[in-house]
Antibody, heavy 125, light 110 residues
């Protein structure tokens, strides 16, 4: 089955760290970029970052809101992507989704046709 | 990058057509065709319904169509069905390898 499964969410204190995982199956992970998107409770979607495939040298990027705090990586042998979140703030509390673009060619990895079910991150003291 | 601007809510009766706008700037929506739309039902992950401004993925109803003029993209739902109720988000590439979502639009079928 073609799917993405997130894990690693939970309760963390402000200033703490958490590492989320995104396990892929049913498709060629090594040829796919992976993006992360979050959704605070009752709020809209926010793009959190991406990591491209080996064909694009595993290039990563993040929006200013998380740059320097969130790091995306991947392990090809485990078909898994990761989102390392440091210096967490109350505002980072959300459901975190990983998602796969339709392609990783020519900077066209901005259309997401496969989503996980998400993992909930709660930031509270 | 600031979020793209969408109306908070749009409503229509079954069978009617509605249009959701997504307004950005000349550095995102106006500059690139890397614009997509997502449908989200409560408690579910988003679903891609339009990509590259006006293309429909396989399996998505042809009642959904997209367009763009200048800095504003639009999603039109024709022949509104009750199952079209939900939240809709636009998303655009916004230079320097970042992307930005719209604030979301809640569609209600009256």
């Amino acid at each position: 089955e073609v799917q993405l499964v997130e894990s690693g969410g939970g309760l963390v204190q402000p200033g703490g760290s958490l590492k989320l995982s995104c396990a892929a199956s049913g498709f060629t992970f090594t040829e796919s970029a992976i993006h992360w998107v979050r959704q605070a409770p009752g709020k809209g979607l926010e793009w959190v970052g991406r990591i491209r495939s080996r064909f694009n040298r595993y290039e990563t990027s993040n929006p200013a809101s998380v740059r320097g705090r969130f790091t995306i990586s991947r392990d090809e042998s485990r078909s898994t992507a990761f989102l390392q979140m440091d210096s967490l703030e109350i505002e980072d509390a959300a459901i975190y989704y990983c998602t796969r673009p339709t392609t990783d060619v020519d900077n066209h990895d901005w259309f997401f046709d496969l989503w996980g079910r998400g993992t909930l991150v709660t930031v509270s003291s | 990058q600031s979020a793209l601007t969408q109306p908070a809510s749009v409503s229509g009766s079954p069978g009617q057509s509605i249009t959701i706008s997504c307004t950005g700037t000349s550095t995102n929506v106006g500059k690139y065709n890397l614009l997509s739309w997502y449908q989200q039902h409560p408690g579910r992950a988003p679903k891609l319904i339009i990509y590259e401004v006006s293309e429909r993925p396989s399996g998505v109803s042809n009642r959904f169509s997209g367009s763009k003029s200048g800095n504003t993209a639009s999603l039109t739902i024709s022949g509104l069905h009750t199952e079209d109720e939900g939240d809709y988000y636009c998303f655009s590439y916004a230079r320097n390898n970042v992307g930005v979502f719209g604030g979301g639009t809640k569609v209600t079928v009256l």
